[in-house]
């Protein structure tokens, strides 16, 4: 068995956090030696990296600073390979980040962005797309076995948090059944795991489109900036008030619908602006709160999304539903475990993730406090991700622990506080506020909120 299916298995097992980070170590610089002579000869850019840095074996977590891409690594293609339809070229792009090339020749007759991703799909290989807050999304590769371990742990993950196994029961997903983003592929996993599957009930059905996310984040840019021209500005205003009108009856149903299973044990599974605007619009109708059966979970991610909420409003969201606390957790969309985050409030690593937390010049590890407390830029390597190389530098400053966690349940590297680093214009236009933009039609709101920084 190798150091990798060792650490799976443990992550799979039913005290997946119970390892301290210095035990663990060995096993995981064993895992990334073998990874990395699996990977580098299928990867170009990891093989030029490696070259460079002059890295062959893993030694130190040091030794793996090297190896770690941007978090730009896979936005750095040129824009105008998309803008004018360059498949070709956008192919071989792909292909030097994954360990299974693109055919140079594969959607070459698309007519925009969408229709070249479904192309790749056809062909059995799936692209993960981020939203591009200036009109540019983030191309990640994935293959089937990147479907199936997310899947997996996305659901292993919420039943560690919840601290009992969850079974099947109606599952409320509030947000877009089709799309390529991880958020869509998360509200699957989710009613996957744990709906049935003649009650799993989506607020849309809407495919969320990645040309029109491009649009409008580069019309949020414009906008900031003062170039946007009248006509694009109204044009898109009207797109957005038919959204909204969409959007909200979208919403009213899922509402209704919540009424028919109250004294059934649910879950409900959203982003935190979802979820409140489904307690608003629910409230709206009539709906009391806390009339729900007392084993229901809510499952909630993502943060306020760079909207507007009140600073009470997941209080709120416990109060409708008459749960003790949302069950959240850590992740992005580069890696393919999630941190759940335990009663302490704490985001547990699991052990197939390697993190690092670095200087703001990304050159060398911090050493933690002599409590164990280290803040600095996160890094990580995950070992489960297939098709491309899992080490990434993000752009989240966070508050890690190397002590055991209060929670009693792991001696596990744990992170309390998590916020984004502002390092250019562009992370000033946040990527989950143009996704939430997109999908509720809130151009103006966004618009407004676009200086501000996702929590």
């Given amino acids: 068995m190798t150091a990798c299916a060792d650490l799976i298995a443990a992550a799979l097992g039913p005290e997946p956090y119970r390892a301290s980070p210095q035990d663990l170590l060995p096993s995981q610089l064993e895992a990334v030696t073998e990874a990395l002579g699996e990977y580098r000869g299928a990867i170009p850019v990891l093989d ?44 071989q792009w792909v ?28 062909a059995g290989h799936h692209i993960i797309s981020t939203s591009g807050t200036t009109g540019k999304c983030s191309f990640l590769p994935a293959s089937p076995r990147d479907g199936e371990t997310f899947r997996r742990m996305t659901a292993a993950a919420r039943e560690w948090s919840v601290g009992h196994a969850i079974g099947k029961r109606p599952a409320f997903l509030v947000g877009p059944r089709c799309g390529r983003g991880r958020f869509v592929e998360g509200y699957r996993a989710i009613a996957a795991a744990f709906g049935r599957a003649e009650k ?43 959204r909204q009108a969409e959007t909200r009856k979208e919403f009213e149903a899922l509402a209704a619908r919540l009424t028919e299973y109250r004294e059934e044990p649910i879950v409900v599974n959203g982003g935190g602006a979802g979820l409140y605007e489904l307690v608003s619009v629910s409230r709206e109708l009539g709906i009391p709160d806390a009339g729900f059966h007392p084993a229901t979970v809510v499952i909630a991610g993502g943060g306020k999304k760079g909207t507007n909420l009140p600073p009470d409003c997941r209080e709120q969201i416990r109060a409708f539903f008459g749960v003790e606390r949302l069950i959240s957790s850590y992740g992005m969309s580069e890696w393919n475990a999630s941190w759940p985050q335990c009663a302490a409030g704490r985001y547990h690593c699991p052990p197939t993730t390697i993190p690092l937390v670095l200087d703001l010049g990304n050159q060398e590890s911090l050493a933690p406090e002599e409590d164990g407390v280290v803040v600095g830029r996160l890094a990580f390597l995950d070992l489960l991700v297939d098709a491309r190389w899992g080490g990434l530098v993000t752009g989240d400053r966070v508050t890690g622990h190397l002590t055991p966690c209060p ?10 506080d998590v916020e984004r680093m502002v390092t250019s214009d562009d992370d000033k236009l946040t990527c989950a506020g143009t996704v939430e933009g997109y999908l509720r039609g809130a151009l103006a709101a966004s618009a407004a909120d676009s200086s501000v920084p996702p929590p």
């Fill in 48 to 91: 030029q990296r490696a070259s460079v840095a002059g890295v062959s074996r893993i030694a130190s977590l040091d030794d793996l600073i090297a190896l770690l891409f941007s978090h730009a690594t896979y936005k750095s293609y040129p824009a105008a390979l998309v803008r004018n339809r360059n498949w070709s070229r956008m192919n």
């Fill in 95 to 122: 292909s030097s980040l994954s360990r299974y090339p693109v055919g140079k020749e594969w959607g070459r007759d698309a007519q925009d962005v969408d229709e070249w991703l479904a192309e790749l799909d056809a």
């Fill in 200 to 242: 799993s009930f989506y607020l849309s059905e809407r495919p969320v489109s990645v040309a029109e996310i491009n649009r409008l984040g580069e019309l949020r840019q414009a906008m900031a900036s003062g170039h946007a021209r009248p006509a694009e500005i109204r044009s898109a205003e009207e797109r957005a008030r038919a």
């Fill in 407 to 416: 929670c009693g349940r792991g001696a596990s590297f744990t992170i309390s």
